[in-house]
T-cell receptor, first 115, second 114 residues
């Protein structure tokens, strides 16, 4: 039972390079999210998706793009990495609407360093 | 504006002592409330959640939280701390409306002293 899987787990990028973080969930969840976690700032929502083919901006979307071509996958792209994007990135998913479906399930995180 | 506040970014307790982690929210309509725990180098996992069924919510590992509407609070407690409770704890909120965007507090790191 994999749950939410993120790849890669670690990455070092040079300023200006691009990369894509992959998130995969096997729970048939409708909603998926990308967060970044920085010391003293908690988790901040970058982008989210409420279903296959949909995406929306969160709290800190600048410098990132996302795609949800398949329901089980949610990709986060950095077009031109900057040192300010050094962070730990978490993907999460949740079932969908309704009181019983509010729990978010998290991946293990991707530690990204931009030098 | 809607927000969630965790008082105390670091809390230290002795093993066996009461754990109290504070969370307040700002909203005119009671939201859905959650506590998540993050162990070192891991993702977050749900401890407990409040969804209006009962004001006192029991979670995993002996934790519980009480929703107090008059105080707009959802503090997390555990009667007796264990060394394994050392982790970072996040209060999270889903405000009414929107697409279930979860808003997280800044987190409280709990240190348990032997």
């Amino acid at each position: 039972n994999a749950g939410v899987t993120q790849t890669p787990k670690f990455r070092v990028l040079k300023t200006g390079q691009s990369m894509t973080l992959l998130c995969a969930q096997d729970m048939n969840h409708e909603y998926m999210y990308w967060y970044r976690q920085d010391p003293g700032m908690g988790l901040r929502l970058i982008h989210y998706s409420v279903g296959e083919g949909t995406t929306a901006k969160g709290e800190v979307p600048d410098g990132y793009n996302v795609s949800r071509l398949k329901k089980q996958n949610f990709l986060l792209g950095l077009e031109s990495a900057a040192p300010s994007q050094t962070s730990v990135y978490f993907c999460a998913s949740s079932p969908g609407t309704g009181v019983a479906n509010t729990e978010a399930f998290f991946g293990q995180g991707t530690r990204l360093t931009v030098v | 504006a809607q927000s969630v506040t965790q008082l105390g970014s670091h809390v230290s307790v002795s093993e066996g002592a009461l754990v109290l982690l504070r969370c307040n929210y700002s909203s005119s309509v009671p939201p859905y409330l959650f506590w998540y725990v993050q162990y070192p180098n891991q993702g977050l996992q749900l401890l407990l959640k409040y969804t209006s069924a009962a004001t006192l919510v029991k979670g995993i590992n002996g934790f519980e939280a009480e929703f107090k509407k008059s105080e707009t609070s959802f503090h997390l407690t555990k009667p007796s701390a264990h060394m394994s409770d050392a982790a970072e704890y996040f209060c999270a909120v889903i405000f009414s409306g929107g697409y279930q965007k979860v808003t997280f507090g800044i987190g409280t790191k709990l240190q348990v002293i032997p």
